[in-house]
């Protein structure tokens, strides 16, 4: 018998005992004893998620770039997303920081939070498959995962609508997108902003494999854009119009004014206003889907 209520009570102790745990994108096992309250994101669109599953009140520190959602604004700021101030993080007690992926530069303040014991978890999202487990996997360390399935289950209905009027329309326009300029970036085929353009109904001019491709005027004007979107925020804070843009007149986008400015936030940081952006873009290379009933107005 006392066995039996022994057996009985580890059996009820397991699941407390488990605490959370999530593995992720470099292989690392994140073990926390419960669901994260005091969370740092180092990367923005982690802030965008937690405010999406409702844990935004879990954000206890911003970087100095990063105030949305709005609540955030007033927090304590620990500095950059590469060089955040690792002091000022472990003075907020985190029990769990998260960064993205990507530059090197952005493991240090990993590796040194580790040293001190700080959980930390790195995720990318370099697709919109790579960004759903994202999602789930935030939920999880944060005790939100029916509100993550839900969110991916609403962002997939979103995409997969877009991908049922994009399949309608004919004609694939050929894109160029501008991450920066005048020194020249795009982006190549492995940037999420690739998937993003493929998914509105346009190809990514820009063949290079790598994320990014750095190329000169001559080079822009023979790939010879039909769409053109120029994003602007801190990658590409002053960009000029096309027109404004002697060498770069003479593109078929300039003289077919399918040129765009659009937020970079939406475009080129991994998070839910992805599905923003590709909704935008597809109206914006296909007008015909802006004029079907119940389109929504991204303005």
């Keep these: 018998m006392a066995l039996a209520v022994l057996s009985a009570a580890l059996c009820t102790a397991r699941p407390a005992l488990a605490g959370v745990r999530v593995t992720d994108d470099t292989g690392r096992e994140i ?40 609540r955030i604004a007033k927090l304590p700021v620990i500095g950059t997303h590469m060089r955040p101030n690792i002091e000022a993080v472990l003075a907020q007690k985190p029990d769990l920081v998260l960064q993205m992926a990507g530059r090197k530069e952005a493991s240090i303040p990993v590796d040194a939070l580790m040293r001190h014991g700080v959980s930390v978890a790195v995720f990318r999202a370099g697709s919109f498959a790579e960004l759903m487990s994202v999602i789930r996997r935030v939920g999880t360390l944060t005790g939100a995962d029916d509100r993550a399935e839900a969110m991916v289950l609403g962002l997939q209905a979103r995409l997969d609508a877009v991908d049922a009027q994009v399949a309608r329309t004919s004609g694939r326009p050929r894109t160029f997108f501008e991450v920066r300029s005048p020194n020249m970036f795009s982006v190549g085929q492995k940037s999420l902003v690739t998937e993003i353009i493929r998914r509105a109904g346009g190809i990514n001019c820009v063949q290079t494999p790598e994320r990014f491709a750095h190329l000169s005027e001559e080079e822009v004007i023979r790939l010879a854009p039909e769409a053109y979107v120029i994003q602007r925020g801190p990658m590409n804070p002053a960009p000029l119009p096309l027109a404004d843009r002697p060498r770069l007149r003479g593109l078929p986008a300039t003289k077919s004014g399918r040129a765009w400015f659009v937020d970079e936030m939406k475009y080129s940081r991994p998070g839910p206003r992805n599905v923003d952006a590709v909704e935008e873009l597809a109206r914006l290379l296909h007008p015909e889907i802006a004029r079907k009933p119940g389109a929504k107005d991204t303005k």
């Design 31 to 70: 073990v926390l004893p419960r669901p994260a309250v005091r969370v740092i994101a180092l990367y923005g669109a982690f802030n965008e998620i937690l405010d999406g599953l409702g844990r935004a009140e879990a954000i206890v520190a911003r970087t100095n770039a990063d105030t949305t959602p709005a």
